[in-house]
């Protein structure tokens, strides 16, 4: 995470970039700070940075703002780590 932004519409969002694969709306997310996952769960919103509406998902090198669904206690500097869940058959 880069920044963090307060949004009278939106609430808080981080400011974030993409470093390695791509994040899409429905992923999973952990946040982790000094190594600790502070939270799991899901992204409420994401946006392409300077892409509104923009279909696709960010990837490597990309800025995004992301909402996170139930927390908003993150801070510059925290990692998100996107994740998706598969079930096996």
Not at 14 to 37: C, D
């Amino acid at each position: 995470m880069l920044v963090r932004i307060q949004s009278s519409a939106l609430g808080t969002l981080a400011g974030s970039r993409v470093l390695e694969g791509q994040v899409s709306k429905n992923s999973h997310v952990k946040i982790v700070r000094n190594h600790q996952v502070l939270w799991a769960g899901r992204i409420r919103r994401l946006q392409p940075a300077g892409e509104a509406g923009s279909p696709a998902p960010p990837a490597a090198g990309q800025r995004c703002t992301i909402a996170f669904d139930g927390f908003e206690a993150f801070q510059a500097g925290d990692s998100v780590e996107a994740f998706q869940l598969v079930a096996r058959q």
